[in-house]
């Protein structure tokens, strides 16, 4: 009863603490958090019949496997559905005291859990290196079990007593169900891009004296088994993004997610705004050459109707010439604004090759938020880089790409490398640019154009060599 109310507590305390655990996670496709395992073996019986407390005989060493789907809620906290079966066994050549016994016992189990785990190392040292390959996890859980046990004399095989049997253990009844308490430790090594290698060992306490089928009316404490394995688990969704091994210094916590939300709304909006300036149809020229026309026809109508002055306007010149000037006027200044705001769309469009002190410079690609695919207008800037290139055969070019700073470092390290990866792409596949003449380097966020711009921070920038 201890060790049950202890293994309740411990559980306990693992879901009053996941509310902090939870609260780092950052957005994941939902199959980015799910992997599957398969395991097998050794089991080991702890109840009353067994020969030593600490050294199993080799006849009560029996073998099991079985399967884990993991849900990986945060870098620290998962929760997984766990089967087990197999076998077990003990014997017992003396009661205590010295008395002989000469019993043994064998069980056939079928057991499932739903457990929760809680990544120890990224716990309490999350700045740790190892934790970018090993993970020390604890483990606590309910389920149930179902089995079928006889006892019978150790030297004589005569049948004394079975659960889950009937015509003395000769054919098979309906199985025993009971309830099981497991807590256990593990280690998880990853090994490559998608698998994982597990080595777990847990003690699982039963909430019956019937598994090994020698039951005491004293004893209310329950027979136990422990199941130590050695699996294999296979990750789904993309490993960058898989949620089990990002580490938790990197993840975004509750209150950073709701406001890079907000900023990424924010950002999205401004680029749509962008995109709809890019069209020489904006309606700020249709409202300012709307103006500029009427502006001109009253400029057109007092030319016609006015006379020439004769004398100073002050001192009693024509008074529509004193109109015209000032018509004339705000007619220069609206032309002024309308170039201001063409060539200011003009070069958010451009995407042909400049050149400044006689350097060619070529404009940068850039991306929406989380992305890193070519939308069409940067889709025309990698065609006027592949232009440029297969314009001069001695050119290289190095693509450095760039992040804004939302979101953890390393993630950021691996968008900007995607983001020069995929124009790079573009310009092997489909421009059939020699890839020698490629070179590939990301800086994350730490080289941003704007502090408070974003959106020119996602970019990948051409550097001519």
Sequence with gaps: MKTIKI???????????SNKIIAQEAPKAPIDKFSLGVNFGSLLAYGDIKNYNFYPTPDER??????????????????????????????????????PANLKFEAKIYEGSLNTTVSLNRWWAPNLKLNEKLNFYGLAGIGLISFRSQLRG?????????FGYKNNGTENDKMTTETVFPIGIGMKYK??????????????????????AYVRNYNSSGDKYGYTFVGISYRF????????WVLPKEEVNAGDKLAMEGLNKKIDSLMNKSAAQSNLDDPRFAELNQKIDDL?????????????????????????????????????????????LGNKIINMQSNTVNYEGGKAILVSVFFDVNKSNIDKVNGERVASAAKYMKADP??????????????????????????????????????????????????????????????????????IK
């Design 62 to 99: 029996k073998w099991g496997f079985g399967a884990v789907l993991n849900y990986q809620v945060s870098p620290i906290l998962s929760f997984q559905a766990q089967g087990i079966m197999g076998t077990l066994a003990g014997i017992k050549r003396n009661f205590i005291g010295g008395d």
């Design 237 to 244: 969704g993309k490993q960058e993004n898989h949620m089990e």
């Design 394 to 463: 001695n050119v290289k070019i190095e693509l450095v790409g760039n992040a804004d700073k939302t979101g953890g470092q390393k993630y950021n390290d691996l968008l900007s490398e995607r983001r020069a990866k995929a124009v790079q792409k573009v310009l092997i596949d489909e421009y059939g640019i020699d890839p020698s003449r490629l070179s590939i380097s990301f800086k994350g966020f730490s080289d941003p154009l704007s502090k408070t711009n974003y959106d020119v921070n996602r970019r990948v920038d051409f550097i």
């Design 7 to 17: 293994t309740l507590s411990l559980f306990l305390l693992i879901v009053l603490l």
């Design 191 to 212: 090994v490559s891009q998608k698998i994982d290698v597990v080595l777990e060992a847990t003690l699982r306490n039963v909430i019956t004296d019937k598994l090994d």
């Design 296 to 340: 001109t026809k009253k400029v057109n109508e007092l030319e016609n109707k006015a006379p020439v002055a004769t004398g100073n306007p002050v001192e009693g010149g024509n008074i529509d010439s004193q109109r015209l000037a000032e018509l004339n006027q705000k007619l220069n200044d609206l032309d002024n604004k309308n170039k201001e």
């Design 154 to 162: 150790l030297v004589d095989d005569k049948f004394i007593r079975d």
